[in-house]
DNA sequence: GTGGTCTAGACCACA
DNA sequence: GTGGTCTAGACCACG
């Protein structure tokens, strides 16, 4: 399983928001896209922690915010699991995950008085970039 | 000039990014988008620290960010003024200043396992809803 | 007696409480109501398990604490029975296993400044729902 | 304030539920009292660490639970704040706070089959000796 | 084995 | 000065 870890997260240590929300965001975006059913195992905070070179405590934080937002559940001595709560995620939910961050570019096009079609021109290029 | 401050800037003082960068960054986007030309008087900082109801210490981080940046310069004694360096911005400058919000909302896409035509389809609906 | 367990107990696995805690606290209510009496024989261990999805150390534990407590008695390869000590239990010592819990709820009251009268109709009114 | 926080917290260290749990239900209940208004500056963490002899994680832990639920705000690098939106608390609100635990002493009453009048008896004697 | 909690101490970002 | 984050290491509770 920790092949599986090491490949499920991508944690970038020296970015500008913490490690643990980064952790927790990544999660929220696998379980809201079904890549992580409800009721599959998460990995231990240990194995997490050891795959990614983190201190547990950093993971286990995580996993108190996940758990605490009702994505993932916690079976006492037995480890977490997706929540059967969690939805798997249609379209428009997922949708919901990005929004915040595409206003975030519109309100910056409307302050660099850029043309909308030139800012939606640059997001395609990038969304072909990125594939 | 005050009141033209208080209209200039809106800063969020609950949001998740620090004032003194919300400050940096909308200049820095009023300058290229030729809203603010070079040579234009900058409102001083205990101005717009009494105006946002800032501590000026904020404001002044800010400016001494700028003018590192070269966007804006000092005039001792004087107040600060865009600096003439600082050019009115070709488009494609423009669109510079907002690649990385559009990268971070591409690989956010990506992750949700969201279609790149639906990822469009809703990055122009923002746009058009904030017109 | 399987069907019995089933019913005699009711575990909630989500709970803050640990399971083999609720286990020992509904075994010593049942006793000293008179639900249980003496020399009545306890559903086996792997009986309970299987019934209520628990792992059997877990209601193994709960058995041992109950019979360090006297309240349960062990007999060699014959299982557990409630214990001859183990009184029915009078009203005035089966109100004292109510006590730590209303102490508590008197302490809250207290804090949230909540009128003694209020807490009671409260009190009357959640125990006439429930009834 | 030294002597104010010491007053405005009573920790159990060796209690069973978590020192920075105690220190988030605390809070909470003070500010629906109204013993904590909105706007109302809380003690700072170093603080409040040193007159419990806490460590100072601790505390934030409990802070930054209670930002997260919005009994609080935080003003960077000026500490917390009551949250304007964290309503006085009308009776109703408060008594909502209280219905929890009076839920399970009456599920434990009944378990025991006390009369509900024994119940409230005892409820009764104990708000008095408490008062 | 699992996660939870706490401590101690360091460093950083912000105002 | 404020709170936030991370690490290291210990101990506990649970199953």
Redesign the interface.
């Known amino acids: 399983m920790t092949t599986h870890t090491a490949s499920l997260f991508s944690i970038a240590t020296g970015s500008a928001d913490p490690i643990y929300r980064q952790l927790v965001e990544?999660v929220r975006?696998?379980v809201?896209?079904?890549?992580l059913a409800p009721g599959d195992e998460m990995p231990s905070v240990r194995e997490i922690a050891q795959a990614l070179a983190l201190n547990p405590m950093t993971v286990s934080k995580a996993y108190g915010l996940l758990e605490?937002d009702g994505v993932l559940?916690r079976?006492?001595?037995l480890g977490m699991i997706v929540a059967g709560t969690a939805g798997a995620g249609k379209?428009a939910e997922?949708?919901a995950?990005?929004?915040p961050?595409?206003?975030?570019?519109?309100?910056?096009?409307?302050?660099?008085?850029?043309?909308?079609r030139?800012?939606?021109d640059?997001?395609?290029a990038?969304?072909?970039e990125?594939?």
């Open positions: 990544q975006r696998l809201v896209s079904g890549q605490m559940a079976r006492r001595g379209p997922r949708a995950l990005l929004r961050t595409l206003e975030r570019a519109a309100r910056e096009a409307r302050e660099l008085e850029l043309d909308p030139t800012a939606l640059l997001f395609a990038i969304l072909k990125a594939q």
